[in-house]
């Protein structure tokens, strides 16, 4: 089961890369955004990518825990 702890750490770093980008594309909106309809517009299409990329952590942690148990 050592194999599940490396696929399970390697699933949770790609999940916290993707949540790092989420937070660059965040500040990268609210900096270049003018007024709050369009700052608003550009995270409402960030969510889904953030849900995602924390879907994959998750996933990827619950992998480690799992391959360490057994």
């Known amino acids: 089961m050592e194999i599940l702890i490396y696929i399970g750490a390697a ?25 709050e ?8 299409k960030i969510v889904p990518l953030n849900m995602g990329a924390l879907f994959l952590s998750v996933l990827g942690l619950m992998m480690v825990v799992i391959g360490i148990v057994l």
């Open 11 to 35: 699933v949770s770093a790609v999940g916290l890369i993707g949540l790092l980008y989420c937070i660059s594309m965040a500040f990268k909106a609210k900096r270049l955004a003018g007024d």
């Open 37 to 44: 309809e369009a700052m608003r517009a550009q995270l409402q």
